[in-house]
């Protein structure tokens, strides 16, 4: 979950999508590229879990399975993908040399008096000697989840010989709840809102203006520079424009369930909207509109206000209180652009 922040957090700086692998480590099959993180809303690294062998008083095949928590899964978003990790050690058995072929399945459902409906969601071939997380896709499972939670019945996992032979999944290796904490099996899901219509910000140029007659007492207008970082009204007064404001999580007290970043660069709006509204002002038509008015009753009509005109996301990786591992895009957390509303 680190490396995806770490890979999510490039991106924002980055403002592009990156096609590359987002994960690094001993995965044996490669995680989702850039793109899936990027359309991603929240990540939720799923640990708490009912795990259950086959009975060994029933006959073969042998198999795992797997039910997740799903109650801290986010309400109202639709899942982009979906993965289960679960760690091969190198182990050692009489298959030591084999080719391993492993397969997980959705639990479609259960019987009384027969075997379990199953649904194929995944399957990787590998050597027997093979080290690493084994990652599964399992996003049709997860998504069928989060329709009707009522049909989390689980995952099954089978683990065959090239020949054919059902292979218990602990001999070759592949660890469970009884393994170190920082390698048991957990699930991965990728979550974005529903998207909703939103309307985008027209961007307004100031009206072409007529020259004035002489009785005229609107204030001459100097054309200002395209750069106004460093502009002033004609009274000295800085214009509407971008301020660093730096916010710390450790300041704020939240570092014991954040756990990155320890903080980021929010930045804030500040300045005058004084008419003339330049074109370096991102004046919005209605800013125009209102500041010609608060020209002519001062006293009715104030003057536009410096705002925010463009946000971008942060992303922040933190422990829920089941102690699940969250990673969350918030939107609208960076100011990127000020202008005159």
Same mark, same amino acid.
């Given at each position: 979950m ?7 957090a490039?991106?924002?700086e &980055?403002?592009?999508a ?13 995680p989702p ?13 799923l640990v708490?879990?009912v795990?259950?062998d086959?009975?060994?008083?029933? !006959? ?14 986010p ?17 050692v ?5 084999s ?8 639990i ?19 050597r ?9 896709d399992?996003?049709?499972a ?8 009522k049909?989390?019945?689980?995952l099954?996992?089978?683990? &065959? ?6 292979? &218990?999944p ?21 979550f ?6 939103v309307?985008?910000t027209?961007?307004?140029?100031a009206?072409?203006r ?8 609107l ?8 750069i ?7 009274d000295?007064r800085?214009?509407?424009r971008?301020?660093e404001?730096y ?5 704020l ?7 990155? !970043?320890?903080g980021y ?7 005058e ?10 004046a919005?038509n ?8 608060h020209?002519?009753?001062? &006293?009715?009509?104030?003057?536009a ?10 992303s ?11 990673l969350?895009?918030?939107r609208?957390m ?6 005159c509303?």
């Amino acid at each position: 979950m680190l490396d995806l922040y770490h890979a999510v957090a490039g991106e924002e700086e &980055e403002e592009e999508a990156v096609s590359r692998p987002v994960l690094t480590g001993l995965s044996t099959q490669s995680p989702p590229p850039g793109s899936v993180v990027s359309r991603a809303d929240t990540v939720v690294s799923l640990v708490n879990m009912v795990e259950q062998d086959r009975d060994t008083s029933s !006959p073969k095949p042998y198999w795992k399975e797997f039910r997740f928590d799903l109650a801290q899964v986010p309400v109202g978003e639709s899942v982009t993908a979906a993965e289960f990790r679960i760690y091969k050690a190198r182990g050692v058995s009489r298959h030591s040399n084999s080719t391993l072929h492993v397969s997980i399945y959705e639990i479609a459902a259960e019987h009384a008096n027969r075997e379990s409906d199953l649904f194929l969601l995944d399957a990787q071939q590998l050597r027997a000697g093979t080290e690493g997380w084994l990652v599964f896709d399992i996003t049709a499972a997860s998504s069928h989840w989060l329709v009707e939670r009522k049909y989390n019945l689980g995952l099954r996992l089978y683990v &065959e010989t090239d020949n054919g032979l059902s292979v &218990e999944p602990g001999s070759v290796g592949l660890l469970g709840r009884r393994g170190p904490r920082s390698k048991q099996p957990f699930m991965v899901t990728f979550f974005r809102a529903s998207a909703s219509p939103v309307r985008a910000t027209r961007a307004a140029k100031a009206p072409r203006r007529r020259q004035p007659k002489k009785s005229n007492d609107l204030p001459h207008h100097n054309k200002l520079p395209g750069i106004f970082d460093d502009v002033h009204t004609a009274d000295g007064r800085q214009v509407c424009r971008r301020h660093e404001l730096y916010v710390s999580f450790q300041d704020l007290g939240w570092l014991d369930w954040v756990i990155a !970043p320890q903080g980021y660069s929010a930045y804030y709006c500040e300045g005058e909207c004084a008419f003339p509204l330049d074109s370096c002002m991102n004046a919005t038509n209605h800013a125009i509109l209102q500041s010609l008015v608060h020209l002519m009753k001062p &006293e009715a009509v104030p003057k536009a206000c410096c705002a925010p005109t463009k946000l971008s996301a942060t992303s922040v990786l933190y422990y829920d209180s089941n102690n699940n591992v969250i990673l969350k895009k918030h939107r609208n957390m960076v100011v990127k652009s000020c202008g005159c509303h």
